[in-house]
């Protein structure tokens, strides 16, 4: 397998900062008509990191619509 044709890119790993930069310019998860949102990556051209909009349960026991990133990332209200 010739990897100059299967690898024709590099895999960007975002680093923490680059996720909470991000995670600023996401809108209201609460209503969103969109199950996921797309947030460029600031100097990174071309990148952006997606955004999962998740149902989480409180302590409280209150649903409430979050954002996540992967799945692993729970971001919190403003």
């Known amino acids: 397998m010739d990897n100059d044709t299967h690898h024709n890119h590099l895999k960007f790993v975002p680093t923490i900062s680059n996720i909470a930069e991000c995670s600023k310019k996401l809108p ?41 990133y992967k799945g692993r990332i729970l971001i919190g209200e403003r």
């Open 28 to 68: 209201e998860a609460k209503g969103y008509k969109s199950q996921t949102v797309d947030i460029p990556v600031e100097g990174k051209t071309g990148l952006n990191l997606t955004f999962e909009r998740i149902k989480y349960v409180g302590k409280d026991g209150i649903s409430q619509a979050r954002w996540s």
